[in-house]
């Protein structure tokens, strides 16, 4: 092989070895950018989606309350018409969860929980108000007492839910941690065989030149002592 084509290989081998270590390296950047920003793009939208059907639940509640102490009947209409636009939001804010936000099939589980445990409290709460509209105010709020667990066990439900999210967030972040430190030492280790790479080829270019350079350098000396019976001997192909 000529030293022009050894030059080239060189040359080749730098810009493979850059093109390698360029392209895992964005390809490491997006994973790291993946994980790192799970809690961005999925954590904080289930959160806030939650948030939003958690809210209106936590306000039916109350207005449930207020419609046994409430008098006045049109106050009482009013009460309805805020817990049936509460109950609204609240399944708006679970349908968006399941259109926008479900991440696995645990994740569809606790939405599923939330769903049943909410219909059963939607059945009692209907009992409720219409005791409470009848004037029957003891059994209303009899009812209301003995279905406390069903109402805690859907605040749980939410809580859960909340819970697994940050779960979901912080192995994201844990992920993106992860990913950063191994795409360190990749690219260290890519980097360093590029350089080791480079180098030796480098090393023996050198070491050929520099060897035939001085075969040429000790026959023209010899020449010049007026030895001019020094044969030269071709033992490569190459310009030297």
Same mark, same amino acid.
Request: net charge neutral.
């Given at each position: 092989?000529?030293?022009?084509?050894?030059?080239?290989?060189?040359?080749?081998?730098?810009?493979?070895?850059?093109?390698?270590?360029?392209?895992?390296?964005?390809?490491?950047?997006?994973?790291?950018?993946?994980?790192?920003?799970?809690?961005?793009?999925?954590?904080?939208?289930?959160?806030?989606?939650?948030?939003?059907?958690?809210?209106?639940?936590?306000?039916?509640?109350?207005?449930?309350?207020?419609?046994?102490?409430?008098?006045?009947?049109?106050?009482?209409?009013?009460?309805?018409?805020?817990?049936?636009?509460?109950?609204?939001?609240?399944?708006?804010?679970?349908?968006?969860?399941?259109?926008?936000?479900?991440?696995?099939?645990?994740?569809?589980?606790?939405? $599923? /929980?939330?769903? !049943?445990?909410? =219909?059963?409290?939607?059945?009692?709460?209907?009992?409720? &108000? %219409? #005791?409470?509209?009848?004037?029957?105010?003891?059994?209303?709020?009899?009812?209301?007492?003995?279905?406390?667990?069903?109402?805690?066990?859907?605040?749980?439900?939410?809580?859960?839910?909340?819970?697994?999210?940050?779960?979901?967030?912080?192995?994201? $972040? /844990?992920?993106? !941690?992860?990913? =950063?430190?191994?795409?360190?030492?990749?690219?260290?280790? &890519? %980097? #360093?065989?590029?350089?080791?790479?480079?180098?030796?080829?480098?090393?023996?270019?050198?070491?050929?030149?520099?060897?035939?350079?001085?075969?040429?350098?000790?026959?023209?000396?010899?020449?010049?002592?007026?030895?001019?019976?020094?044969?030269?001997? $071709?033992?490569?192909?190459?310009?030297?």
């Amino acid at each position: 092989m000529t030293i022009a084509k050894r030059l080239y290989a060189l040359i080749l081998s730098v810009v493979l070895g850059l093109a390698a270590l360029a392209g895992f390296s964005i390809y490491e950047m997006d994973r790291v950018y993946t994980a790192a920003s799970y809690a961005t793009v999925n954590t904080v939208p289930s959160l806030l989606i939650l948030n939003h059907a958690f809210v209106p639940f936590t306000q039916m509640r109350t207005a449930v309350w207020q419609h046994l102490a409430a008098k006045d009947p049109a106050a009482r209409d009013k009460l309805e018409a805020g817990i049936k636009e509460a109950r609204a939001a609240v399944g708006q804010a679970l349908d968006q969860y399941e259109k926008e936000a479900i991440t696995d099939e645990q994740d569809r589980a606790l939405l $599923a /929980a939330d769903r !049943a445990v909410l =219909a059963r409290y939607d059945g009692v709460r209907d009992k409720v &108000l %219409a #005791l409470s509209k009848a004037g029957e105010l003891d059994a209303a709020r009899d009812l209301l007492m003995a279905n406390q667990p069903i109402i805690k066990e859907l605040v749980d439900a939410f809580a859960a839910h909340h819970r697994y999210n940050e779960k979901l967030g912080n192995k994201g $972040a /844990a992920e993106g !941690a992860a990913t =950063a430190a191994s795409a360190r030492w990749i690219s260290s280790g &890519l %980097a #360093l065989a590029v350089m080791v790479l480079v180098a030796g080829m480098g090393l023996l270019l050198a070491r050929r030149i520099a060897s035939s350079l001085k075969n040429a350098i000790d026959v023209a000396h010899t020449i010049a002592g007026g030895d001019l019976s020094v044969q030269i001997s $071709a033992t490569s192909k190459d310009e030297v």
